[in-house]
């Protein structure tokens, strides 16, 4: 069993780049299959989702060449299959993400339903809904669900809550389908905008993306081409608070700090001492106080940075009320931070109330998910004594290379097998 062994009380100093975002990776990957020629993808994050990914899409028959770290050539023409490998799926949420490209290209997709972080139940009703809006076919059988369709129709979407999966999966199945889709309440991720301008670049004709209303005009094909994908805004955040956590000067490198403002207000608000360039910020030790937060879709507080920040507030002097809008099951790993030491109470399934500070005490952890495991990591380099996280492979699935980068700016971290 992978675990890591962590020593809590360690400053930090140096650098540290912020690599891909994983949740443009395991979107651009997809949008090749539309492509009729190979696309090159850079600066991919060598993480177990996007490996998972590849091994979905090359069970399908696609050809992916590894070039060099962070470098692939996705090449659809191979494909010969449309039934996603169920056990592959089970592991992946993002596995979703083939459905609409399949879809498009092929007229048929069968899947099972997606797994991913127990976050809630997460359903998958949006994505039947607009496939059959644009005239797919569902047929149920038991686990798996299979979409035909001769041809997809461009139609008019109203999606009932906002979904960033449901809107890029249903944006990359309209630029091959005939006609105008548009997709109203869309969500806004700066990960969507780049999936478009990838998608324009190979002969798209997508317009709105960044904004509530997106229209998508059909073509006949897509030509291959390159995409580069942008800083990860989530692992960028994260590291912010990692820095203030440890009370440290940490340069976070290779970041866009305009995808993250709603973190820097917070974090502002807060009294952090931050120094905000245009592709990397400093944290410099500071006093923070409590401050509320709300997580909201794109443009608003990222439900992904949720779980670090509260971790962070139980480090800051008063109150603060953590209001997780969008997941009903992310906030229960506080259950885990209150055993080890923290005062955090839960008033409900989707807010909790921190009272900071309180010191953190070492503990055997294990990681719930990606975002709350990434918290406990945190959590434990603040805490006295030597904590242990297992199930590390929720974490190793969206954090590049995490031990040896937190061990090159100090952490007292390592990974052992027992
Ligand atoms: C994406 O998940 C991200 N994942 C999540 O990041 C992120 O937390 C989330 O967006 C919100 O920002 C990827 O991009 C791969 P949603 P997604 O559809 O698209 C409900 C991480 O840690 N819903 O925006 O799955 C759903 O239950 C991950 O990197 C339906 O009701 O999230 C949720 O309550 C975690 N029916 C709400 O919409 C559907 O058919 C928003 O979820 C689909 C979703």
Redo the contacts with the bound molecule.
Sequence with gaps: MEKYIINGGKKLSGEIAVAGA??MA?KVFPAAILCSEPCLLKNVPEIEDVQRLIELMTDLGAKITHNTKGEYLVSAKGINKTQLKPDLVKNL??SIMLAGPILARFGEVTLAHPGG?M??Q??????IEGFQKMGALMEENGETYTLRTKKLKGADIILP??????TENLMMAATLAEGVTTIKNA?MEPEIVALAEFLNQQGAKIKGVGTPDIIIEGVKELRGGEATIIPDR?ECGTFIIMGLMTKSQLKITDCEPRHIENLLYSLDKAGAKLEVGKDYIITHPSNLKGVDIVTH?YPGF???LQAPFTVLMTQANGLSLIHET??PGRLFYTDILNQLGANIIMCDPHRVVVMGPTKLYAKKLTSPD??AGMALILAAMVAEGTSSIENIYQINR?YENIVTKLQQIGADIKQISE
Excluded: M, Q, Y
Aim: positive net charge; glycine residues 6%.
């Design positions: 994983k949740n395991l949420r993002a972080c976050i809630g997460r359903p998958i009703d949006l994505f809550r906002v979904s960033v999966t449901v969500a989530i879709e990222p439900t992904d969008i997941f990606l975002r969206g």
